[in-house]
C-alpha cells in the first residue's frame, strides 16, 4: 500500500501500529511498515541494569497489569514480563514481551527507506543521569543512527544527542508558547513535534523554522488536512490502518 498522498501529510505510526498491537512490540512496529509507512516512533526506557528498552510509562502498570518499575527491573528479568495490554487489546497479545532497543536496530536495519524516531523518556533520564542513558542508547543505535531520529521532552538532552551522534534531532515540546518557540529557534532541530492539544484552538499557522512539524495524536482525515493547512509536513497517530484507509477514501473522492 503507498502511503504517499502529496495533498497529505505523512504518517508516523505512534508506538507502532498501536491500534491493533501492543505499543512499542517489534509486532506493532513491523505492521506499521507492513501496511505501507515510511516512518516509526516508539519510546526507550533503561533498566536496572542499564539496557534501553522500548516502553513508555516507567512502569508496567497500563501495559503488563503489573506495578513493576522498569528502572528496578534487570532486562533479563523485564524480558519475561508479558506487556500484551490485556485490558484494552484483550488475550490476542498475551504473550508478547517488550523488546530491547538492541532488538528493535535489528529489525530497523532490515527494513529498507524507513525512518524511526526514537524518543527517549525523561524518567529514565531523571533516574540514571543524562550522561549514563543517552550515552548507552547511542551506543546502541550507532548501527543504524542515519536511519534514527532521536526526540525527546527534555531539551538538554536534545542538544547532547545531537553532539554526541551528529543524527537528526526532534524536540517534543512540552508547551506552545513564546518561551518554546524561542528555543526552538535557538536549538533549531531538524524537527519539531507537538501534541494537537497543545495547539492554539484558532488555525494560524505553526511557527516557521528549519524544521518539519510532526503533530500527534491525529487519529482523522480532516485534522490531518487542517494539519497540514497550518504548516505541518507529518501527522502522527496509534490508528494506522484507520487514518490510511482515510487518505485512500478521500484521494477517491478528490
Known amino acids: 500500500m503507498r502511503t504517499a498522498h502529496h495533498d497529505l501529510p505523512e504518517i508516523i505510526a505512534h508506538r507502532g501500529n498501536a491500534a491493533e498491537f501492543p505499543e512499542n512490540t517489534l509486532q ?31 512502569d508496567l502498570a497500563r501495559v503488563g497489569g503489573r506495578p513493576d518499575c522498569v528502572h528496578d527491573l534487570t532486562w533479563s528479568a523485564l524480558a519475561e514480563l508479558p506487556v500484551g495490554e490485556v485490558q484494552r487489546l484483550g488475550h490476542a497479545h498475551a504473550f508478547t514481551y517488550p523488546p530491547s532497543l538492541a532488538q528493535a536496530v535489528d529489525t530497523i536495519a532490515g527494513w529498507d527507506g524507513v525512518t524511526a524516531f526514537v524518543e527517549v523518556k525523561r524518567s529514565s533520564l531523571r533516574r540514571f543521569g543524562r550522561e549514563t542513558v543517552l550515552k548507552r542508547i547511542a551506543q546502541v ?42 528555543q526552538a529557534a535557538e536549538l533549531a532541530p531538524q ?24 503533530v500527534y495524536e491525529v487519529r482523522d482525515l480532516k485534522t490531518a488536512k487542517d494539519c497540514q493547512a497550518r504548516g505541518a509536513r507529518f501527522v502522527e497517530t496509534m490508528t494506522v490502518r484507520g487514518l490510511l484507509h482515510a487518505y485512500a477514501e478521500g484521494s477517491r473522492q478528490w
Not at 511498515?33 to 536496572?48: H, I, K
Not at 531520529?149 to 517534543?172: C, E, N, Q, Y
Not at 519539531?192 to 512539524?213: I, K, Q, S, T, Y
Request: aromatic letters at 10%.
Open 28 to 58: 506493532g512496529l513491523e505492521s506499521a511498515v507492513s501496511l505501507g509507512l515510511r516512518y516509526v516512533e516508539f519510546d526507550v526506557q533503561v533498566t536496572a541494569d542499564l539496557v534501553p528498552v522500548l516502553m513508555h510509562d516507567a
Open 141 to 182: 543505535l550507532h548501527p543504524v543512527i542515519d536511519r534514527c531520529v532521536l526526540i525527546s521532552f527534555d531539551l538538554p538532552s536534545v542538544k547532547i544527542l545531537r553532539l554526541m551522534t551528529g543524527a537528526r534531532i526532534g524536540w517534543v515540546l512540552p508547551q506552545y508558547d513564546a518561551e518554546a518557540r524561542q
Open 191 to 214: 524537527f519539531l513535534f507537538v501534541n494537537l492539544e497543545r495547539l492554539p484552538a484558532e488555525p494560524g499557522p505553526l511557527w516557521p523554522g528549519p524544521w518539519d512539524w510532526a
